[in-house]
């Protein structure tokens, strides 16, 4: 199988934290990869190490079978990259940011079917100033898509977006997906990278921590779903239930009790029967199928979304 | 494939740079209209005027009849308080006194040049009056020529200040803005050449340095009459080496700062000593022997004195070859400087 990026031993620290500690990667040519972690996991930096834009202090990475001290000027053409943080030039027009952006690539769509494939025919002469947020976004991911890459960096592209532009940039990313493009995402969002990504590599503290597909990451929790429950009153401990009957794991956060639960139906009146035994009333009951962010607190004990 | 030429990076990224510069108005009117206004403001403020006729006093009659003889004063006959009076307000310039005795007296500040040239001329015609005849001939042959006026002298130090103005602007404002907003880091991840980046700047710059020097000058030739004397493409050229001077100073600038208020505070602490030592408003030769190194040094004060000796003596490049030879060290170090230092993110 080709292999579009190649990640090995990477490392890189600033002055006062360790951002990448020895990651390894592959994506395959024709996937969708995503990297998930919290804020700080050192995504970022990593995809930034793979886009050209930083050294990394050690390691190897081999991007189409190049490499960046060697090869930088091919791979740039051949890489279509979203940052983060950017603000394109705010005085310009969609159309004229497109304009300049094409005319950096060897070959490319033509200006006019890039604006057609992220839907901004309509703001075709409008100022990138007076974009929302949503069509920004789809102008940012044009100025990635109009040298035809071979291989598209997408670094949390729908972070602070309303709903609805989020779900409009997944289904552009879906069609990008199924025109047969290999696709390296970050993300926080566990929704987004379930829906979008093939495989997916959870990334915590610079450190990938489990890679798979996001189906094959949930499976291995071994419990398919997820019970949440309060009591009145404490006085009930995690480890007296681990042995009810399809109880997988418990913890208590936040004053709730979480149970990773591989059959509903068997742990759910286990559990009742449980309470009612000792007398405990049950203030609140809810359950959902399991998800990468239950993959990720069952490994790290913290949740994906802390500290935004 | 034929790439056409509108298609062109640096075509396209040149194009950004006027883009950008027409939709900020505020910049149009400080590169365009601000130094026509100054120009027009100072030029009226200190035109030339008719040769003014000098206020004074007089008491008694038949001395103000002999003061009027002479045609620069207008003479007024007062009694001695009112004339005190108009003298501390400056309604008159001198105050003649008839002396009982005979003889007058004159009372006027000295240290006031009209006064003292309003003393001058009553002792002449006095003189006149009492017969007294001078021995030598004297005729007068008066020069009012452009060129030695003091808007003449302003307008090339207000092109040189436009010039050092929006060099500086133009690079350091824009290049940390797209630096702050990740732009730059953006444009460094797609296969754009960072060479021709930069030289969009600089051809932004001479494109809009001919508008921006046409209109000053142009201004200045039409409505006072500035001389334009040596010949234009010298002058032209200085435009451009100054242009590219104060450029390459805006790059060196921009080359690290990572905000606005960072970059602002740079480039207002080097142009600020240029503003008052280069002599834009009042010859630099005015301050101390002791500064004039430095004050020569700058690059502004070269290319004031440049444009001077060009515009106004009709000099040609070799006698200006020093001020050159500073604009052209100034270039060569910064554009040096700002390389080394320049960080993309």
């Known amino acids: 199988m080709e292999v579009s990026l190649a990640v090995r031993g990477l490392r890189k620290a600033y002055a006062d934290v360790v951002a990448v500690d020895g990651l390894d990667l592959e994506v395959r040519a024709g996937e969708c990869f995503g990297l998930l972690g919290p804020n700080g996991a050192g995504k970022t930096t990593t995809i930034e190490i793979c886009e050209g834009l930083l050294e990394p202090d050690a390691g190897s990475v081999e991007v189409l079978g190049l490499r960046w001290a060697s090869d930088a000027a091919e791979l740039r053409q051949r890489l279509g990259v979203q940052l983060q943080e950017t603000q394109l030039a705010e005085k310009l027009t969609v159309e004229e940011t497109l304009r300049l952006f094409r005319s950096f690539y060897r070959h490319g769509p033509p200006v006019a079917a890039v604006i057609g494939m992220v839907q901004l025919e309509e703001k075709r002469k409008a100022r990138v100033g007076q974009l929302s947020g949503g069509q920004k976004q789809r102008l940012a991911m044009a100025c990635a898509l109009v040298g035809e890459p071979d291989l598209l960096f997408l670094d949390e592209p729908t972070t602070g977006l309303d709903p609805q532009a989020r779900r409009q940039l997944w289904d552009l990313i879906e069609r990008f997906k199924t025109a047969g493009r290999t696709i390296i995402l970050t993300t926080h969002y566990m929704d987004e990278a379930e829906r979008l990504c093939d495989r997916v590599a959870i990334i915590d503290h610079g450190k990938a921590i489990a890679l798979g597909t996001p189906r094959e990451l949930v499976a291995a929790l071994g419990a398919d779903h997820v019970v949440e429950f309060a009591t009145e009153g404490d006085g009930l401990e995690a480890g007296a239930l681990e042995g009810l009957a399809g109880v997988r794991a418990a913890r208590a956060e936040d004053g709730f009790m979480r149970l990773q639960v591989a059959q509903l139906h068997v742990a759910v009146p286990a559990l009742l029967d449980e309470l009612a035994r000792r007398g405990i009333g049950l203030t609140e009951l809810r359950t959902h199928s399991a998800t990468l962010e239950d993959v990720f607190v069952s490994l790290t004990g913290r949740h994906l979304r802390d500290g935004d | ?345």
């Open chain 2, 1 to 345: 494939m034929e790439i056409r030429w509108q298609e062109r990076s640096l075509v396209q990224l040149t194009l950004v740079r006027f883009r950008e510069f027409w939709r900020e108005r505020e910049a149009v009117f400080w590169v365009f209209v601000f130094p026509v206004l100054l120009a027009a403001g100072l030029g009226i403020a200190f035109r030339n005027r008719a040769p003014e006729v000098l206020k004074i006093g007089a008491t008694g009659k038949e001395l103000a009849s002999a003061l009027g003889q002479g045609k620069s004063l207008n003479v007024k006959l007062l009694d001695r308080g009112e004339g005190e009076r108009e003298l501390r307000t400056g309604a008159i310039v001198l105050l003649a006194l008839a002396r009982p005795e005979g003889g007058v007296i004159y009372r006027y500040d000295d240290t006031n040049p009209d006064g003292r040239t309003a003393r001058l001329l009553a002792e002449q015609a006095i003189q006149r009056a009492a017969g007294v005849r001078v021995g030598v001939a004297e005729s007068d042959d008066l020069v009012r020529e452009p060129g030695s006026r003091y808007i003449d002298f302003l307008l090339p130090g207000l092109l040189g200040m436009n010039l050092m103005g929006s060099g500086m602007w133009s690079l350091g404002f824009s290049i940390v803005y797209a630096r702050k907003m990740k732009l730059l880091k953006r444009l460094v991840a797609s296969p754009m050449s960072r060479a021709e980046y930069l030289l969009s700047f600089l051809l932004a710059r001479l494109t809009l340095m001919i508008a921006e020097v046409g209109a000053l000058l142009g201004f200045g030739a039409l409505v006072f009459g500035v001389p334009l004397r040596g010949p234009l493409w010298q002058l032209t050229l200085l435009c451009v080496v100054t242009a590219l001077a104060f450029s390459a100073l805006g790059l060196l600038v921009a080359s690290r700062a990572q905000t606005i208020e960072a970059v602002s505070g740079l480039m207002n602490f080097i142009m600020m000593p240029m503003w008052v030592f280069s002599g834009v408003f009042f010859s630099a030769n005015r301050f101390p022997a002791a500064l004039q190194p430095f004050i020569q040094a700058l690059p502004l004060t070269a290319a004031i004195n440049a444009l001077r000796a060009n515009m106004l003596e009709g000099a040609g490049v070799s006698q200006y070859g020093g001020e050159m030879a500073i604009l052209a060290a100034w270039i060569a170090v910064s554009f040096f400087a700002a390389l080394k230092l320049f960080r993309w993110r």
